[in-house]
Nanobody, 119 residues
Framework: QVQLVESGGGLVQVGGSLRLSCAVS????????MGWFRQTPGKERELVAC????????NYADSVKGRFTISRDNAKNTVYLQMNSLKPEDTAVYHC????????????WGQGTQVTVSS
């Protein structure tokens, strides 16, 4: 059974920074493409950033490019999201996602961590 546990959310002022972490247990962590998604009430969950197994190939939503950085430590089974220059519109519940292809794509999700940016 794969489990994802996020941490690092909280309340921060505009322009501040936070670092989210997601610890993954279960199957070999390096097999997964990892991602961070966020969701606000009434809206669909949206991709924020993702990173391939090699830790090199990344992809970001246009709204966070240049401000957020995704990284992973395969030795620690953990993926990170460094968030700088935070804006009120970054306020959301952030979810960690692990994606793997085993006879078809499979997705695993964490419970989410709240990020609130106050002005």
């Amino acid at each position: 059974q794969v489990q994802l546990v996020e941490s690092g959310g909280g309340l921060v002022q505009v322009g501040g920074s936070l670092r989210l972490s997601c610890a993954v247990s279960g199957r070999s962590f390096s097999d997964y493409t990892m991602g961070w998604f966020r969701q606000t009430p009434g809206k669909e969950r949206e991709l924020v950033a993702c990173i391939m197994w090699n830790g090199i190939t990344t992809n970001y939503a246009d709204s966070v490019k240049g401000r957020f950085t995704i990284s992973r430590d395969n030795a620690k089974n953990t993926v990170y999201l460094q968030m700088n220059s935070l804006k009120p519109e970054d306020t959301a519940v952030y979810h960690c996602n692990a994606k793997i292809y085993i006879g078809g794509w499979r997705d695993y999700w964490g419970q989410g961590t709240q990020v609130t940016v106050s002005s």
